[in-house]
């Protein structure tokens, strides 16, 4: 059993910053993928920022720039720096980990809300 927990949304004003964080515990093996998805409402969840196992990093287009994904392996810990925020940037913010050692399994934290507010 994998739990994933973020921390580090609030409410911050445009062009500010926050730093979201995600720690998995439990039965981990083997971390593949960490990434960051955001949901707003009435919108679908997206891919937002990506970490592989190998140091590949991806970002969705909208967020290059101004978002900065990193990992601490030895902590099992992913990170989201956000900066230069846009009230765009609004929505809940869900950790997502690709965990296993012989089956790899998808993994969900519960979700963080980041507001921006102009």
């Known amino acids: 059993q994998v739990q994933l927990v973020e921390s580090g949304g609030g409410l911050v004003q445009a062009g500010g910053s926050l730093r979201l964080s995600c720690v998995a515990s439990?039965?981990?093996?083997?971390?593949?993928?960490m990434a960051w998805f955001r949901q707003a409402p009435g919108k679908q969840r997206e891919l937002v920022a990506a970490a592989t196992d190998g140091g590949t990093r991806n970002y969705a287009d909208s967020v290059k720039g101004r978002f900065t994904i990193s990992r601490d392996n030895a902590k099992n810990t992913v990170f989201l720096q956000m900066d230069s925020l846009k009230p765009e940037d609004t929505a809940v913010y869900y950790c997502?980990?690709?965990?296993?050692?012989?089956?790899?399994?998808?993994?969900w934290g519960q979700g963080t809300q980041v507001t921006v507010s102009s």
């Open positions: 439990g039965s981990i093996f083997s971390i593949r993928t």
């Open positions: 997502n980990a690709h965990i296993g050692w012989v089956t790899v399994q998808n993994y």
